[in-house]
């Protein structure tokens, strides 16, 4: 039973690009969470999707956006890269409303 | 916004040796979770409470959720080499349905 999928693991773009990140949640999930955790520091919450649409948001800007496909997958946009988007970007997935979401490895991005 | 206090920072420890990690807010929050990270992956999930004064163990790890619902804190007895890593608290609340991470404690276990 697969767990959940990031994709690529690692990633160096260049200030002003933009970024896609992929994620497969594990088998019966249907919502996905993505964080970004930055050197040093816990995850931060971005946005979580279900059905299909973002369900809640923290606060990044817009810059960063997502998509949910109908299997559930999701990606994570992130346009107009700035050096401080350098991080960890993790995916979760859970249940909607469900707890201990389970985490992926992550995507580790650098912005130089 | 919502914020968690996760204390200490760091732990440099004998193998051996209990260790004790709390956490607080300044909100409720419905649920807590403690996660563990090691280099390169992402957190994994150790316990999770669900009501103001569970108490829950795993194993060697034992955590409780406070009866104010603010803070939690997570036991580790006769710690081992392989519990190094960094150790997160989160908060869920059922309001918002974010998870909320406090900054993380870091342990280091001497052989």
């Known amino acids: 039973d697969a767990g959940v999928t990031q994709s690529p693991t690692h990633l160096i773009k260049t200030r002003g690009q933009q970024v896609t990140l992929r994620c497969s949640p594990k088998s019966g999930h249907d919502t996905v969470s993505w964080y970004q955790q930055a050197l040093g520091q816990g995850p931060q919450f971005i946005f979580q999707?279900?059905?299909?649409?973002?369900?809640q948001r923290g606060n990044f800007p817009d810059r960063f956006s997502g998509h949910q496909f109908p299997n559930y997958s999701s990606e994570l946009n992130v346009n107009a890269l700035l050096l401080g988007d350098s991080a960890l970007y993790l995916c979760?997935?859970?249940?909607?409303?469900?707890?201990?979401?389970?985490f992926g490895s992550g995507t580790r991005l650098t912005v130089v | 916004g919502q914020q968690l206090n996760q204390s200490p920072q760091s732990m440099f420890i004998q193998e051996g040796e209990d260790v004790s990690m709390n956490c607080t807010s300044s909100?409720?929050?419905?649920?807590w979770l403690w996660y563990k990270q090691e280099p390169g992956e992402g957190p994994v999930l150790l316990i999770a409470l669900y009501k103001a004064g569970e108490l829950t163990s795993n194993g060697r790890l034992t955590a409780q959720f406070g009866i104010t619902r603010k803070d939690s804190f997570l036991n580790i007895s006769a710690s081992i080499p392989s519990d190094v890593g960094i150790y997160f608290c989160?908060?869920?609340?059922?309001?918002?349905?974010?998870?909320?991470f406090g900054q993380g404690t870091t342990l280091q276990v001497k052989p």
């Open positions: 999707y279900y059905e299909e649409e973002e369900r």
């Open positions: 979760a997935s859970s249940l909607r409303g469900g707890y201990g979401y389970t």
């Open positions: 909100s409720i929050f419905n649920t």
């Open positions: 989160a908060g869920h609340s059922s309001n918002t349905g974010k998870l909320i």
